[in-house]
Structure formats: structure tokens, C-alpha cells
């Protein structure tokens, strides 16, 4: 009896300590997936190697100091006073306040807080039906998608309402009902942050009727109110109706396909993208997963989308892993509660914030080529490369263009494009049109470099590692390079 006691008791004591090195090992896997790889992402140098993240900037800034949303272009000096409201406005203040709390810290502070919200999320989610490796594997995976559009850009905002969105409709399908009305509230938030909004109808409408569909039409009604109500939350934004259609505007733009996020997609060009979606749908077909056909259809449209654009890449992985991953369910898993890592992000972010960050001399950040330039002929007018757009604003000087394509039409950007590719012949056109003074150039724009090297009429002023400043003959001489540059 006592050698049977004292078995038992060693068989205790040993699942005890495997069960507590099975918590601390979860529990330490949480804390990377959670706080650790979005702090690492937001803080990698080619975070911040993006030209709109500064005149996403600069426009939160003007809305503060002017106290309202601008309604027409106030930076550029070719498209200044065109009708034009920013429909990622908050979007804009948030980031224009971390930056001007704590320069680009506070905006990788921003893109780790974001990051581990949506993994929090995702995880939150997921917990009750895969284990801690398949879990491991779905967020990594997620996050290995998402890492080349980590940037403190307005989508990286959506991410979290995204996931949350699609949660609340799949929680809320589990009693064949649809979500209580004020959940559509996110949607307001959503479309006055980005553009993606117009996503937020097909999903609900897709979960709703494979809910429909299994409860045999039973309480349609009430999914119709729902899906009117979030139609409804859609139009209170800064454009109104406008706002709604903005995105079918832009879709059809004749100048997409020169813009790298608005290209097709290729195994070359993110073959982390393809390699995520081979292993995921070899593992469908493994398991033998059947999809409710709602489902099936808005993953098949969302793929469809991300084919033909970059862009749509991140919305795809996203709701990906929270419809298809339920469908590997296992049984009596334990994880550890979110509740401590959400807390432990506070400090964690914090100090994310605290510590500087310098972003590398780029086109996005070319602020030593900007330092050489004095403000009597930062003052005059310009022909910039496209990723200097955002960088000359945030400074004070008025671009020929910046990343708000759209605003400037198909027909400039299109001349810009022919120009930038060395066409002289529309380059003096431009110059002669809006007495052009100065120009500043990025390795993408090499050809136009090369008319201006064989120029007469122009002579290279100042260069670094980020691009080149060429001057008008008949303009004065730039003065040294500043040891900084206000922005």
C-alpha cells in the first residue's frame, strides 16, 4: 500500500512539473508573439523607409493648429487650393501627436500597439481551437505576411479593427443572430482611418449567410437591419457619400499600375505572401477542411484582390487566419490568460517610445540632402522625385508631388512619369510652366539625372546617399549643409 502511495505520488509530482513547464514555456511563447515581434517589426530601420508617412504627418499637424479637417490641398504648389479632404484624418492625428511627442519612437510606438493588438486579437480568438504550436504558427505566419507593410501608415490602424470586426460577426453567428447594432460603431472609426472600409459589408454579409443559411432563414430580418446600420455608420465620415465612393474612384486610375503598392502581385516580388499561402492550403487539403460557401466566396474575392494588388495582401492574411483556422480544432487546450501581456505592453511601449530611433538617409528620409538646402530656395519651386513628396512638406516646402496621387489626377502623374523617365522635352515644359528653380532626385529617377548632368542650363548642387539637388544655372549657390533640419 505505501510503495503504491509513493508511485502515485511520484506520478503526481511529475505531471505537476510538466504541466508548470508546459505553463512557463506557453506563457514565454506568449510574451514574443504578443509584446516581442511586433516591438521588433515596428523598430526595424525599413519601418520608416515609406515618403507619405511624413505628409500623413504633416496633415495631423495642420489639423491641429487649424482646428479643422483641410478641404482643400494646403501643401503642394501645382494642385494647392484643389478640392481635397484627407479621408484618413484621424488616422493622421494620431500619428502627427506620436510624432510630435517623440519624433519616429513614438511612431514605431504606434505600429508596435497596433501590431500587438491585432496578434492579441487573433490570439484572444483562436485560444479555444488549435494548440500553443498551431497558434505559433498562424500569428508568425500573419505577422511574416505582414511585415513588408509595416509602417506607420494609416492600414496598420485597420489591422485591429479588422480582425475585431470579423470576430464580433463570428462570435455573434454561434447564436445565429447578428451582433448587437452598436458594435457597427467601429465602422466609423474604421472609415475615417482608411480606405479598406469598404471591406467591412462583404465580410459581414458572407458570415451572415452562412448563419443564414444554417439556421434555414430563420431571423433574416435581423441581419438586414444590421448590415443597413453598418451601410449607415460607413457615410459618417469627413467626405460623406463622397467618402463611400472614393475607393471605386481610385480602383479605376489610370496611373495604379506606377504606383509599387497598387501593382500585381508575384512570387518575386513578396514571396513570403506565396509561400504562406502554398504551406496554408496544403494543410486545408490535408486536413480535408470544407468552408461554408460564404466563407469560401469572400476568401476567394479577397485572394482575387491580392493578386492584382500588393496592397490587399495584409486584409487577405488577416481574415484568413480567423476563418480558416476554427477548422483545425483540437481539444482540452490551456493557454495562458491575455490580461497580463496587455498590461506588460504598457511599459514595454513606453519605453519603445523613450528610446530614440533614427531613421537611415533614404528618399523617404533624405533630411542631410534637405539640410543643404537654404530656405530662400526652399522657398521657390521644385521638380521632386515621388518619395521626396512627403519629406519636402513635412519640412515647409511646397512639393510638384507627393503620395497623394489621386488628388494631383491620372493626367499629372502620368507627365510625371514620362518626365522622371527622361523625357526633357516635358521636363522644360514644366519647368518653363511653373518656374521651376531647383530639383531633387532619388536613384529611381536616374534617366531624368542623367538629361540634367548633360544640362547646360543645370549643375548638381548637393548630394548624399539619398538622392541628388540640381540647380538652375541662373540661381544662387546652395549654402553648407546645416547639422539638422527643423521638421
Known amino acids: 500500500m505505501f510503495a503504491t502511495r509513493r508511485f502515485v505520488s511520484g506520478v503526481t509530482a511529475k505531471a505537476r512539473d510538466r504541466f508548470t513547464r508546459e505553463q512557463v514555456v506557453n506563457t514565454a511563447l506568449l510574451g514574443l508573439l504578443l509584446l516581442g515581434l511586433p516591438l521588433l517589426l515596428a523598430s526595424l530601420s525599413k519601418t520608416l523607409n515609406d515618403g507619405d508617412v511624413s505628409w500623413h504627418v504633416a496633415t495631423g499637424r495642420w489639423i491641429v493648429q487649424h482646428g479643422q479637417i483641410p478641404t482643400t490641398d494646403p501643401f503642394s504648389f501645382t494642385a494647392f487650393g484643389r478640392p481635397w479632404v484627407p479621408s484618413e484624418w484621424f488616422a493622421d492625428l494620431i500619428f502627427s501627436g506620436a510624432f510630435a511627442l517623440s519624433s519616429y519612437a513614438g511612431l514605431a510606438a504606434v505600429v508596435a500597439a497596433s501590431l500587438m493588438t491585432l496578434n492579441g486579437i487573433v490570439f484572444a480568438y483562436l485560444r479555444r481551437f488549435v494548440g500553443p504550436i498551431g497558434l505559433t504558427t498562424v500569428i508568425v505566419g500573419m505577422n511574416i505576411v505582414l511585415s513588408p507593410y509595416v509602417t506607420p501608415r494609416p492600414h496598420v490602424l485597420v489591422w485591429p479593427l479588422l480582425a475585431g470586426w470579423v470576430v464580433l460577426l463570428l462570435e455573434a453567428s454561434k447564436t445565429s443572430r447578428p451582433p448587437r447594432l452598436p458594435s457597427v460603431l467601429i465602422l ?15 465580410i459581414a454579409a458572407a458570415i451572415g449567410f452562412d448563419t443564414l443559411l ?14 443597413l446600420a453598418a ?21 479605376n486610375l489610370k496611373m495604379l499600375p506606377l ?11 513578396t514571396p513570403q505572401f506565396y509561400g ?31 493578386f492584382s494588388q500588393l496592397r490587399h495582401q495584409s486584409w487577405f492574411i488577416v481574415v484568413a487566419a480567423l476563418l480558416l483556422t476554427p477548422h483545425f480544432e483540437t481539444r482540452n487546450i490551456a493557454h495562458p490568460s491575455v490580461a497580463p501581456f496587455a498590461i506588460a505592453a504598457i511599459p514595454a511601449l513606453l519605453l519603445r517610445a523613450a528610446l530614440t530611433l533614427t531613421p537611415p538617409e533614404t528618399p523617404s528620409n533624405p533630411w542631410h540632402l534637405l539640410a543643404a ?8 519651386h521644385v521638380f521632386n522625385g515621388y518619395s521626396f513628396g512627403g519629406p519636402l512638406i513635412l519640412s515647409g516646402t511646397r512639393p510638384y508631388i507627393d503620395g497623394r496621387a489621386e488628388l494631383y489626377g491620372d493626367p499629372f502623374v502620368l507627365e510625371y512619369s514620362a518626365i522622371a523617365g527622361g523625357d526633357w522635352g516635358k521636363f522644360n515644359e514644366v519647368v518653363r510652366r511653373y518656374d521651376i528653380r531647383w530639383a531633387i532626385l532619388s536613384r529611381a529617377e536616374q534617366p531624368l539625372i542623367r538629361e540634367l548632368d548633360a544640362s547646360q542650363s543645370w549643375r548638381l548642387a548637393y548630394s548624399t546617399g539619398a538622392g541628388a539637388i540640381y540647380v538652375r544655372r541662373d540661381v544662387g549657390q546652395l549654402s553648407s549643409p546645416k547639422a539638422h533640419l527643423k521638421i
Open 188 to 202: 466609423i472609426a474604421w472609415a475615417n482611418i482608411h480606405g479598406s472600409f469598404v471591406l467591412a459589408l462583404p
Open 214 to 227: 444554417r439556421a434555414h432563414w430563420n431571423g433574416w430580418q435581423a441581419w438586414a437591419v444590421f448590415i
Open 231 to 251: 451601410a449607415a455608420a460607413l457615410l459618417i465620415n469627413a467626405n460623406g457619400v463622397g467618402g463611400v465612393l472614393q475607393p471605386f474612384r481610385t480602383e
Open 259 to 269: 504606383i509599387q503598392e497598387w501593382q500585381p502581385g508575384s512570387p518575386s516580388v
Open 276 to 306: 504562406i499561402l502554398l504551406l496554408g492550403l496544403g494543410a486545408l487539403l490535408l486536413k480535408g477542411v470544407k468552408v461554408p460557401v460564404g466563407q469560401l466566396l469572400l476568401l476567394l474575392l479577397m485572394l482575387g484582390m491580392a
Open 373 to 380: 538646402v537654404p530656405q530662400s530656395l526652399r522657398d521657390q
